[in-house]
């Protein structure tokens, strides 16, 4: 049973252009939510998190929405660049678990 | 700081094989935890610890086992390797596991396993 779902394999974007990975949950009880990034034969990388006591947060190019009543969160990078190619992993949490469930990630190429 | 270390980067076994791999942190942090990337699957569990001492399974424990005697290490132990533990493995760190700290993870640069 899969709690957090990033149902796009993949996502080809225009540089310069909006990037918008989408991610959904099922388990309610989730109420922390993160992105990570990855590059090729790297570890992935925290980018930006979000509580669930908000439905907005901001970090330069990248903002993370949630919308708790549709169990959803999407990640918008404006303008998106090249070196934003990479794997993005959606992760949730919840305060009562020390476990973290991922994603299976949405891969992003940037075009020039 | 050298951040999340693991050792090997890459290993080949036959079946039934045993071996560990290792991971270390330098940052003192209490959260640390194994992660499994499999095509297609994402980023599973496999085990986490929340301070020296004390572990607990994953989403996927089988075959696996860990320990935790310092803050610095936690060993990820393969007792009897299967062609289905093939997988690249990551360790992650954090600085502990009261309200949101555990979250933040830092990531090792992964080991390649290949199972034969």
């Known amino acids: 049973d899969q709690q957090v779902k990033q149902n796009s394999p993949s996502l080809s974007v225009q540089e310069g252009r909006i990037s918008i990975l989408n991610c959904d949950y099922t388990?309610?009880?989730?109420?922390?939510f993160l992105w990570y990034k990855k590059y090729p034969a790297e570890g992935p990388t925290f980018l930006i998190s979000?509580?669930?006591?908000?439905d907005k947060n901001e970090d330069g190019r990248f903002t993370v929405f949630l919308n708790k009543s549709a169990k959803h969160l999407s990640l918008h990078i404006v303008p998106s660049q090249p070196g934003d190619s990479a794997v993005y992993f959606c992760?949730?949490?919840?305060?009562?678990?020390?476990?973290?469930?991922f994603g299976k990630g949405t891969r992003l190429h940037i075009l020039p | 700081n050298a951040g999340v270390t693991q050792t090997p980067k890459f290993q080949v076994l036959k079946t039934g094989q045993s071996m560990t791999l290792q991971c270390a942190q330098d940052?003192?942090?209490?959260?640390m935890s194994w992660y499994r990337q499999d095509p297609g699957m994402g980023l599973r569990l496999i085990h986490y610890?929340?301070?020296?001492?004390?572990?607990d399974q994953g989403e996927v424990p089988n075959g696996y086992n860990v320990s935790r005697s310092t803050t610095e290490d936690f060993p990820l132990r393969l007792l009897s390797a299967a062609p289905s533990q093939t997988s690249v493995y990551f360790c992650?760190?954090?600085?502990?596991?009261?309200?949101?700290?555990?979250?933040?993870?830092?990531f090792g640069p992964g080991t390649r396993l290949t199972v034969l």
């Open positions: 940052m003192n942090h209490e959260y």
């Open positions: 979000i509580s669930s006591i908000k």
């Open positions: 388990n309610s009880m989730f109420d922390y």
């Open positions: 992650a760190s954090s600085y502990g596991f009261y309200g949101r700290a555990k979250d933040e993870q830092f």
């Open positions: 992760a949730a949490s919840a305060i009562r678990d020390d476990k973290i469930i």
């Open positions: 610890s929340v301070g020296a001492g004390i572990t």
